[in-house]
Each structure stands twice: as structure tokens, then as C-alpha cells.
């Protein structure tokens, strides 16, 4: 797939999930940073750092970001999160304004 | 019913695990400030989005949103001011150039505050109802630099400046000025109506007033229309161009109230020019320019109509009242169809084909064709003027144009019932001396009238076409029993016409010729064999006769004559010489007919089968006629033709209003009897106006008459006036 297409989302720990642009484009927050006009350096680098969310609830967001392509395109599934997820998921979403 | 409550969650805010620092606040906004300096300053490319947002948010979460906002309102405000001065250092053109360049980066800056800033403009902002940011950003702009004292007077003089330059003829950058007032529409439509709007249309009032004032005196109305229509376009574009489309309708309207609604009246009656004068030379373009601007300004069209309607009234009334073109009542008629015709076309290539002017059309139709007592004789006229020999050559469609079109002009005449009395007594002499050009045209004409005016109007019209019909059959009936015993002598051929259908004056007969008799008789004969009760007169003034002429070297010569005609030249068989008084005695026709008969016999070149003594161009009692030996002629067939159906001389067209108020009597009383025995009880006036209501369709009858009809009835004991209130009638069963 074409760089342009894909974005990088970095954790607090430093681990790198390379996903589709549209997909994190779900979060608004996200949308924003590479969107906006002006060039930041996240829309000019195609990485993005989140220094407050560990691997394990990135990794959960990334999946609900294509389960939510998914679901928005008409398949209705579950998405499972474990409870002990729950409240940091919760946060990061209110963060990512998803 | 369920009991169980809902019980609302109430989800505490997280405690963050960093450890508040005293200094916490300030450090974060002093990184956001220096971010906003940056973007400000086209420096954004070295700024993390994820570290600001995350620092706004932070600083959101940690009740610091106050200080966030004011700290964003003073460091934008302080931007502001420094725009402000840079365009208000700009000097002549650039400004409107580098206003719009500012107003660009500001709106770009904004842009990346607020995505920065969307997690306070998510969930601050809502909580303690503040202006959100993208909003807060266009206000300040609008304080710091609209409102500013050194702009705003400025700015709107530039652009009107650039207005009036374009309307001179320049070309200025749109684009531009499309851009500025686009930042002003941003900035709310409370903006650009205060700060541009309203000056811009005072302007344009102003201007369009010394304008309209110039062309006026200057121009003819045709021109002045042009222009005035090029600069309402010019104002339209310019609105599409680069205004907002709000304006339209305001510039619009300030165009034609200065340019067309106070200028209306002397543009309508300008001279030489005017409203008259393009209805008279056909200017289609100029008016239908006309309508369409002045359709835009109140009461604009209806001084166009009252005009039009004016000047047709007029021009219609000196055509009908001009005796010199009621001479020839074809010209006449066909006069008012041109006139028709013209101003149809106008109404229709100009006018929209607006039903409000085709109504002004025709009331003033109405009103002028029955200015002249004689329309309804002289249409009858055209129409027989067109079934005698008009149409020949015209296709069924063209029959049909000519056909409605005078039952339009038709429709406008008031007396009905006098077109109808001529119209049979034309239609009569079209079916008996068989010079009807179609059939179909005639029997189209009747079906026309009959759905203008009902069944009663033509059942008497229709009577005379089936009385041709059964006189086909009846001679050939009569000519099949004969066959035998007529020999070589005169073919007979009789038009049985039924009493009241056809318009026939009881007139003695004339002596017909011993040999015609004879013929007559067997036919009278033969008639009366076949059916009972029934009596036979022959109208010898309405006839047609064929002869054949032996003249002095020989020649022979077929002469198509009138009954009476015949009879005259029959007595010369047996006679040379014969004076006035003779043929008088001998045939008895009547005296006026007799002399008209001689007269077309005698005295027209070419066609004068007698010889007349003295020869002068009256027929006098003591003139004395023969036979004119020396007549030649290079056509073998010839037809004499008797003066007639021309215009009604003045005696007869007496008589014939005559009869038509005596055939009135009874159909205003019918009407008042049908009236007074659905009311019984109806008051004069009342009356009066039912019975014109009900009679219109026919003639519009005269009060007084209807007052006579209505004394007669009562004299008669069909009414009688009530006891106490004497306005009062009342129906006696």
C-alpha cells in the first residue's frame, strides 16, 4: 500500500502500529492532527506519539478502528473488550474523541 | 407498571497520576502561547499537534480552561493589532490586497488553534457557555480590524470606489473584492449589511438618480429602456459576481425604482417615442423591453395597459366613426381584423401573452365596434363578401382562420341579434342564387355561432340549408315525373323555402312570361300532389334565369339574369320598342326594383342588352328601351348583375332596425316572464338588471324599452304592481 495511505501510531512504550489512514481517521482527534492546515509534524511525518497510552490499549484502538470501518460498512459484530481494559480504553477514547 | 429507577451513574473525573505542580498551569499555557506565536508567524512546521492538543487537554482536565481561554483571547487579540497596523500601513491599492491576505492567514491560524484547542471547544466552552473558538476568532477580526477606525471608513470606500469605477466602464480585480466581501458574509451577514450593504445600495440610489436623469433627457424611450435594461443586468452580474446573493434583490429593486418607477410616466408618454409610438410602427423588441422592466416596478404594468387600452380605444374609434372608411364595409371589417391582428401579435411577441392585456384588448374591441350601430351589418357584409368568392383557393385550415376570426369580432358586438338578422338575410341570398363558395365553410360558421349563442340562434339558419336540401330532392322528384311532357321548354327550378325561416318580405309577384308559367303551374301541380295542406308563393324578386340571345349579325349569347330581368327581356321577343310605362304595366314590378333592373340592363358598359332613349344615367318614367341590335361582347356567357347585396341604403337600413326592435318585444317580455315566475315578487330595478343579465348574449336591451315590455305585460295581466309599495310587480299566475 501507498506510505500516503497509512499512518503510525506510536505507544508510551515505544511500539510502532503502522494502520490505514482511513481507520484512525475515526478518532476525531486524530482526523485533526492530519488534517489541519499548516503542517505539523505529525501530518508531514505520518507518525503520531501518544506518550500516554501503553501498547495494550493502542493495539485495542487499533482494532476497534477497523471494527469500526467494518461495522459502519453494514457487519454487525461484537466488539469484545476485556473489563480490565475498560477504564483505560474509556479514557483514550475520550482523548482520541472516538 | 415497572417501579425500578434507572439510578444515574455518576463516573468520578480521573485522577491523573502527574503530580500537580504549583507551576503546572503556566508552564503548559506558555507552551500553547508559544505555539500560537508560531502558527501566527508561519512557523507551525516544527510544532507537535499530538503534545499541544494533549497540553490543551490536560489543561482543560485540570479546571484550567479559564485561563486557557482568556490567555487565547489576549494573545490572539495581540496578533490582531499587529495585523491591523501592517494593513493599515498598506498604501493605496495594496490595501484591499493585503487585507485579503491577512484575513487568509488569520482564518488558517484560526483554523489550527481550534483543532488544537478542540478538546476545550468539546466540552469547556459548552459547560460555561462562551463563544467557540472558531466564532471567537471571527469576532476579534471583526473588532480588531473591521471595527478598527482606521479601517472601516476605508475599506468601504475602496470598495465602493471599485463599484463605481466598474460602473464607468473600468475593469477592476473581482476577485478580490469578491474575497473581501466574502470575509464580511464570514464575519455574519449582520457585517456585510452594515458595513458594506447599506452603504453600497445609498451609493447606487444616488448614482442611478443622476444617471436615469441624464438619460432621460437625452435618450428616446427605446434607448433609455436599453440602457436601463443593460445596468439592471450589469447589477445582477455584479451580485453573482462578487456580492452576496442576498443583495440582489435590494440592488435590484433600488435600479428600478431610480431608472423605471419615477421615470415610468415620462417614459410611457415620451414624445415620439412613447408607449404610443411603438405600438404603432410594431416595435416588438422596445416593448416587450418595456413589459419585462416595467413588470419589476409596482403599477408599472398597469400604466402600460391603461395606455395601450387608451390608445387602441382611440385609434378604433376614429376607424369606426370615419365615414370614409365605412364606405366599403369589407375594408371596414377587414381594417378591424388588422388592427386585431396587430396588437394580438404584439400582446403575444411582447406582452408575455399576458391575460390581463389580451382582457384590455378586448374590452377596447368591445367598446369601439359598438360605437358604430352598423358593425354587426357590416361583419355579416365580410363574411358574405368571403363565402361569395373571398375564399376560393383558401385550404380548409385557412377557411377555418378566417372563420374564427370573425366570430371573435363577433363575440364583441353587443347586438347579436341585428348581425344575425343580416347574416340570414345575406345567407339567403348566398343559398339561392347558389354562389356560396363551400358549403363546409357556411355549415362551420353555423356550428360557430350555434356554440357562441345556443341552439335557438342558427335553428332558423339551419332551416334554410335543409330547405335547399329538400328543394334538391323535390325537383329531382318533379323532374322525373315530367320528363315525359316538358319538351324543349324552360327548365324550371324551384327553391322551396319554409315561411319564418328565411328572411322573405312579402312582395306581390311580378307577371311572369306566358312560357314560365306554364312551367310554374306544373310544378305547383306536382308540389301540392305530393304534399297536402300546404300553399305556394313564388317570390319572383329573388330568382335567377338563363337565356339565350340571338343579337343582329347572329352572335349568340347566354345571359345570366335576375327573374325580373327576365321578364323584361322576354317582352322584347315580341317588341322593339317598349317605354317605361309599358314594361311596368306588363310585368308589375315594383317600381324600385323595375328601375334597378333597367339600369344594369340599359346603362352598364359591355352588358347594356337594351338600348335606352334618351340616353342619360337615371332611368326616368318616360324613358322608352329597345332591343340593342348592335351589341357585341368577346364572352359568349354573360352575367347581368343585378345591384346587389351592397350596403343597405339609408331607408332600408331604418327598415331594418325596425323590424329588429319590433323582434326585441318579444324577447324582453319573454325574458321578463320567465323572471317574474321563478321570483314572483321583484322590484323594477331588479328586474332591469335580470333581464339584461339574460339577454346579453344576444343584444343589450334598453331600459326604457324593458320599462315599456313590463307596462304592456302589465296591461296585459301578466303582472301587477304591489298595493303598498308601488317599485314593487308581482307575477299573476
Known amino acids: ?98 | 407498571m415497572s417501579t425500578q429507577k434507572r439510578r444515574n451513574f455518576q463516573i468520578e473525573a480521573f485522577k491523573h497520576r502527574v503530580v500537580v505542580d504549583p507551576k503546572y498551569a503556566e508552564k503548559t499555557w506558555n507552551i500553547l502561547e508559544h505555539a500560537i506565536h508560531e502558527i501566527y508567524n508561519h512557523n507551525a512546521s516544527g510544532l507537535s499537534f499530538e503534545e499541544l492538543y494533549r497540553n490543551a487537554y490536560n489543561m482543560v482536565l485540570h479546571k484550567f480552561g479559564e485561563k486557557l481561554y482568556s490567555g487565547l483571547v489576549t494573545t490572539m487579540t495581540m496578533h490582531l493589532r499587529e495585523i491591523s497596523k501592517s494593513i493599515e500601513d498598506a498604501q493605496g491599492g495594496s490595501f484591499l490586497e493585503e487585507l485579503n491576505r491577512k484575513w487568509a492567514d488569520h482564518n488558517k491560524a484560526l483554523q489550527m488553534i481550534r483543532d488544537i484547542l478542540m478538546y476545550m471547544d468539546r466540552t469547556f466552552i459548552p459547560s460555561t457557555h462562551k463563544t467557540p473558538v472558531h466564532a471567537l476568532g471571527l469576532n476579534l477580526w471583526r473588532d480588531n480590524i473591521i471595527h478598527s477606525s482606521n479601517i472601516q471608513t476605508r475599506l468601504l470606500n475602496t470598495l465602493l470606489d471599485l463599484v463605481q469605477e466598474e460602473r464607468t466602464g473600468e475593469i477592476i480585480d473581482r476577485w478580490l473584492v469578491r474575497n473581501v466581501i466574502m470575509m464580511l458574509m464570514d464575519l455574519g451577514s449582520a457585517v456585510y449589511q452594515e458595513d458594506f450593504e447599506k452603504h453600497f445600495l445609498n451609493v447606487s440610489a444616488n448614482f442611478y438618480s443622476v444617471e436615469s436623469q441624464q438619460f432621460i433627457e437625452c435618450c428616446d424611450c427605446g434607448d433609455y429602456l436599453k440602457k436601463a435594461e443593460r445596468r439592471l443586468n450589469e447589477e445582477m452580474e455584479r451580485v453573482s459576481q462578487y456580492l452576496d446573493p442576498s443583495s440582489e434583490a435590494k440592488i435590484t429593486n433600488v435600479v428600478e425604482k431610480e431608472m423605471i418607477a419615477n421615470h415610468m410616466h415620462r417614459l410611457v408618454h415620451m414624445e415620439n417615442s412613447g408607449l404610443v409610438n411603438m405600438l404603432v410602427d410594431d416595435k416588438y423588441e422596445d416593448l416587450g423591453r418595456m413589459y419585462s422592466l416595467f413588470r419589476r416596478v409596482p403599477d408599472g404594468l398597469s400604466l402600460i395597459r391603461d395606455v395601450m387600452t387608451s390608445h387602441i380605444r382611440d385609434t378604433g374609434r376614429q376607424l369606426v366613426t370615419d365615414p370614409e372608411k365605412a364606405r366599403n364595409p369589407v375594408d371596414f371589417v377587414q381594417r378591424l381584423l388588422d388592427e386585431k391582428d396587430k396588437h394580438d401579435k404584439i400582446i403575444s411577441m411582447a406582452f408575455n401573452n399576458d391575460k390581463t392585456f389580451q382582457n384590455a384588448l378586448n374590452s377596447s374591441f368591445e367598446y369601439f365596434i359598438n360605437l358604430n350601430p352598423r358593425s354587426p351589418e357590416f361583419i355579416s357584409l365580410f363574411v358574405d363578401e368571403k363565402l361569395r368568392k373571398g375564399l376560393k383557393g383558401y385550404s380548409e385550415e385557412d377557411v377555418e382562420v378566417v372563420l374564427d376570426k370573425v366570430m371573435m369580432l363577433f363575440r364583441y358586438l353587443q347586438e347579436k341579434d341585428v348581425f344575425e338578422k343580416y347574416y340570414k338575410q345575406h345567407l339567403a341570398k348566398r343559398l339561392l342564387s347558389g354562389k356560396t363558395v363551400s358549403d363546409d365553410a357556411e355549415r362551420s360558421l353555423i356550428v360557430k355561432l350555434k356554440t357562441e349563442c345556443g341552439y335557438q340562434f342558427t335553428s332558423k339558419l339551419e332551416g334554410m340549408f335543409t330547405d335547399m336540401k329538400t328543394s334538391q330532392d323535390t325537383m329531382q322528384g318533379f323532374h322525373a315525373s315530367q320528363a315525359t311532357n316538358l319538351g324543349d321548354g324552360p327548365t324550371l327550378v324551384v327553391q322551396v323555402l319554409t315561411t319564418g325561416s328565411w328572411p322573405t318580405q312579402p312582395s306581390p309577384a311580378c307577371n311572369l312570361p306566358a312560357e314560365i308559367l306554364g312551367v310554374c303551374e306544373k310544378f305547383r301541380m306536382y308540389y301540392l300532389g305530393t304534399h297536402t295542406g300546404r300553399r305556394l308563393s313564388w317570390q319572383t324578386n329573388m330568382g335567377t334565369a338563363d337565356l339565350k340571345a340571338t343579337f343582329g349579325k347572329g352572335q349568340k349569347h347566354e345571359l345570366n339574369v335576375s327573374t325580373y330581368q327576365m321578364c323584361i327581356l322576354m317582352l322584347f321577343n315580341n317588341a322593339d320598342r317598349l317605354s317605361y310605362k309599358e314594361i311596368e304595366q306588363a310585368t308589375e314590378i315594383p317600381a324600385s326594383d323595375l328601375k334597378r333592373s333597367l339600369q344594369s340592363l340599359a346603362l352598364i358598359k359591355g352588358k347594356n342588352v337594351l338600348r335606352k332613349e334618351p340616353m342619360s344615367k337615371d332611368i326616368g318614367e318616360d324613358d322608352a328601351f329597345f332591343f340593342n341590335d348592335k351589341f357585341t361582347s368577346k364572352f359568349i356567357k354573360l352575367k347581368i348583375n343585378t345591384v346587389n347585396a351592397q350596403k343597405e341604403s339609408e331607408p332600408e337600413k331604418q327598415e331594418t332596425r325596425q323590424r329588429v326592435e319590433e323582434d326585441r318585444k318579444p324577447q324582453v317580455e319573454a325574458a321578463i316572464v320567465r323572471i317574474m315566475k321563478s321570483r314572483r315578487v321583484l322590484d323594477h330595478n331588479n328586474i332591469v338588471a335580470e333581464v339584461t343579465k339574460q339577454l346579453q348574449s344576444r343584444f343589450l336591451p334598453n331600459p326604457v324599452v324593458i320599462k315599456k315590455r313590463i307596462e304592456s305585460l302589465i296591461e296585459r295581466e301578466f303582472l301587477e304592481r304591489d298595493k303598498v309599495d308601488r317599485k314593487l310587480y308581482r307575477y299573476l299566475a
Not at chain 1, 484512525?24 to 492546515?37: E, K, W
Not at chain 1, 457487519?75 to 475498560?86: A, R, S, V
Open chain 1, 1 to 98: 500500500m501507498k506510505k500516503e495511505e497509512m499512518v503510525t501510531l506510536i505507544s508510551a512504550e515505544g511500539f510502532e502500529f503502522v494502520i490505514d489512514k482511513k481507520a484512525a481517521m475515526v478518532s476525531q482527534t486524530i482526523r485533526n492532527m492530519l488534517t489541519s492546515p499548516g503542517s505539523f509534524a505529525e501530518s508531514r511525518e505520518g507518525k503520531v506519539t501518544f506518550p500516554e497510552i501503553s501498547t495494550a490499549i493502542l493495539e485495542k484502538i487499533c482494532q476497534y478502528f477497523y471494527w469500526s470501518l467494518q461495522y459502519a460498512s453494514g457487519k454487525e459484530t461484537e466488539f469484545h473488550i476485556e473489563p480490565e481494559m475498560t477504564l483505560e480504553l474509556m479514557m483514550a477514547a475520550n482523548y482520541l474523541h472516538t
